[in-house]
């Protein structure tokens, strides 16, 4: 309802009849309309962070380029599938104080996360080591969420999916400048287990 509809619009006796529950019974869940849509907003936040923890973050022996693709394939597809919601979802929290509050947080729980990871590659001389990985994080970040909601929810751009996903990891990749710095003596790229740089 909230996809179709938007939050101001949405009706809670629709939501109900959808949901195959009484009006009544609404408010034995939920305090208003705000709040289901908090939980459905943080549920859905949550699917779109996931890659950064289960591609990026995980156990793997794949190279940083390819683990940074699939993450940003995964983010993509996932926003893809939510897009009517998401697109709900980015203009109500520009209006909800609270929703804004919970997204700013956990982009900046992200944020720090990749800073970290870009970090970890500078070490092992596999990215720009004159980047500065504070703001190299919040500026890929920026870039990877808002193009989402400009390309897939505003369809703001024309592109198909895969040459979406292909520009975007490339511009993430030449940003870091991941294995252009490496040269013959430098280290090994991080072993299985270690952080590397993905997207907000």
Known sequence: M???DGVLDARIADIARR???????FYHYFESKDVLFREIAEEV?????????EVILARSDLPPEQRLRQAIRRHYETYRDEAQLLGVIEQASRLDEQLAATRAKWQREDSARVAASIRQLQRHG????HLDPTVAAAALGAMTHRFAEL???????????ETGVDTV???F???????????????APPAAGTATAGPA
Do not use: C, K, M
């Not at 936040?45 to 923890?53: E, I, S, T």
């Not at 390309?151 to 999916?161: K, M, N, R, T």
């Open 2 to 4: 909230f996809a179709e």
């Open 126 to 129: 596999l990215a720009d080591p």
């Open 45 to 53: 936040d949550a699917r779109l962070r996931a890659p950064v923890d």
């Open 169 to 171: 990891t490339r511009l």
């Open 151 to 161: 390309w897939l929810a505003h369809q703001g751009s024309d592109a198909d999916f």
């Open 173 to 187: 990749i030449n940003a870091l400048g991941l294995g252009a710095h490496r040269g013959t003596d430098a280290p």
């Open 19 to 25: 949901a195959g529950v009484s009006y009544g019974s």
